[in-house]
């Protein structure tokens, strides 16, 4: 049996049904925002694509565009919705400005839906208030406080 926190039901919630808004995960490192990002994976029922930016080489906006025309070829074979999960986001230059372009351009079909996560605090806000304001729902992933660890 595997721990679930709390912010997991709610982002699958949230995902599990159509969404105006990209969800944003963030949080300091080793909090397990990647570990939430693999369970809504496993468990959400719908086709995901799941990449992360965790690399040793730089990566820039070509990266995301890959990422997002893989998401919606997966979701016209499956004919439903599709969930993105972009995992370190923040290490990808420009970012916000690419997911902005894909996200206000996307189509109706597939129905893409997007949570990007991040643990850079500072690179993320500035991306989510620069290009997507008004685009995003923000979701904070916290240390795990005394009683969850003694569960």
């Not at 679930?4 to 397990?32: A, C, K, N």
């Not at 468990?43 to 990422?67: F, K, M, N, R």
Request: net charge positive.
């Amino acid at each position: 049996m595997s721990y679930e926190r709390p912010i997991l039901s709610t982002l699958r919630t949230e995902l599990s049904r159509p969404t105006p808004v990209i969800h944003v995960l963030i949080g300091p490192r080793q909090v397990g925002k990647t570990t939430i990002g693999r369970q809504i994976q496993e468990s959400i029922g719908i086709p995901t694509v799941y990449a992360t930016a965790d690399s040793p080489v730089p990566l820039d906006s070509a990266w995301i565009e890959t990422q997002w025309r893989r998401a919606v070829a997966d979701g016209a074979s499956s004919g439903g919705p599709l969930l993105l999960i972009l995992d370190e986001v923040q290490k990808v230059r420009g970012w916000s400005e690419t997911l902005k372009l894909l996200w206000d351009s996307r189509p109706a079909t597939p129905e893409i839906r997007v949570l990007i996560l991040g643990s850079s605090s500072l690179l993320m806000q500035e991306g989510l208030t620069e290009s997507l304001a008004g685009r995003f729902f923000l979701h904070r992933c916290n240390h795990w406080g005394y009683p969850k660890s003694t569960t």
